[in-house]
């Protein structure tokens, strides 16, 4: 069997890379004080950066940086010192998608990996790249079954392949749209997601009444379905999107992930596909999702073209702080309203999921109380197990 991949996660700050390397992700990539995209997303300082490289080394697990806008000349001046204190921090490689990094990360001995931002899809452009020193390439989320092992045919190189999460309409690192209807560039961190801006539909001039609505978005991308056919097309890392997604997010889909690829690797002749971890899947993004190009039927159905109504999700309900052992209380700090009667799962770094139904909860003053409902509220939940210290507490799916 081929080598399992790595489980590549997103962290939008450290609490978030701290989730996921305990919810099982072999390494995590993140965006660093200059020269990333997410120019929204609360980056990491170097400071960090630091902790964050000692936090997931510890666990004998990686951190990639990325570096990855398209750079204007008056960058460069600034670029060395940037990867000179990457490099200090102790950083496993960095991201990038203009080749003008590639020669000073090697200077400073940096490993460098091709961001997805060059849409690679072809062997003569990952050749290209190697002979330039990447020493792996995250393909263009458009990349087919058949486009992956070609290239996996003609190259000896490192492939890193989205498995989950949201999908642009464009090529990444093609896109202007944002650029051309709210100057802010999405190739430099400023993306408005015009592809999901709801368009009215105009015919000779006139606006079409009784039209729904137009958008270009796409629905989402998940690999769940042909995961195993991934595995054994010996692709590197499995990458999910998202830098600026909650933690429930991220440990939700990091350990769904992670149970998928333990159990393929456990008994590949028995290995079964559950709907139950669509489900979990579906549910924590509240949006639909297709393999998009990878088995090449990419259609109609792969697009909201007239929109979606977003429902917000209140699946989470608490993540859990503590434990006591001698009462069988988890204090749970609340994310969402619940009552007793409700029947809820908790999903741990350390626990296999299990659900229950609310018996008892306590207030701070540690009186019984029968429904929670302030944000943030710190209260005890008996439960009928030992839980760890981040597991998290939702809704029965
Ligand atoms: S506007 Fe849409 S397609 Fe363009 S970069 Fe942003 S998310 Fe991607």
Partial sequence: MKNKPELLAPAGDLERLKIAILYGADAVYLGGPMFGLRANANNFSLEEIKEGVLF??????????????????????A???????????QVDAIIISDP?????????????HLSTQQSTLNYEAVKLWKSLGVTRVVMAREASEHDISDIKKHVDIEL????HGAMCASYSGRCVLSNFLTARDSNRGGCSQ?????????????????????????????????????????????????????????????SVYRKVIDSYYEDKEHYQY????????????????????FDGSYGVEAQYYNGRIE?????????????????????????????????????GPEEETFTFEITEILNEENNKIEVV???????????????????????NI
Wanted: glycine residues 4%; contains cysteine.
């Fill in 79 to 89: 670029l060395e010192e940037y990867l000179k204190h990457l490099k200090e921090c």
């Fill in 311 to 347: 429902l917000s999700n209140q699946d989470f309900l608490g993540v859990i702080q503590d434990y006591d052992k001698k009462t069988g209380y988890a204090t749970v700090e609340e994310r969402n309203y619940f009552k007793l009667g409700d029947k809820v799962d908790i999903f």
């Fill in 194 to 254: 015009i592809c999901r801006w709801d368009f009215d539909l105009y015919g000779n001039n006139e606006k079409l009444e009784g039209e729904k609505p137009f958008t270009f978005c796409t629905k989402d991308l998940s690999m769940l379905k042909v995961l195993p056919k991934m595995i054994e097309l010996g692709i590197d890392s499995f990458k999910i999107e998202g830098r600026m997604r909650s933690i429930y997010y991220i440990a939700t889909i990091v």
């Fill in 100 to 112: 003008a990094i590639i020669s000073v990360a090697h200077k400073v001995g940096l490993e460098v």
């Fill in 274 to 293: 559950q709907e139950r971890y669509e489900r979990i899947l579906t549910n924590c993004a509240n949006r639909e999702s297709t393999v998009q190009f």
């Fill in 56 to 77: 997931a080394h510890e666990k004998k697990k990686k951190v990639y940086v990325t570096v990855n806008i398209v750079m204007h000349n008056k960058e460069l001046e």
């Fill in 160 to 163: 890193e392949c989205f498995i």
């Fill in 373 to 395: 409902n302030h944000p943030l509220q710190i209260v005890k939940v008996k439960v009928p197990k030992e839980v760890t210290k981040l597991s998290m507490m939702r809704k």
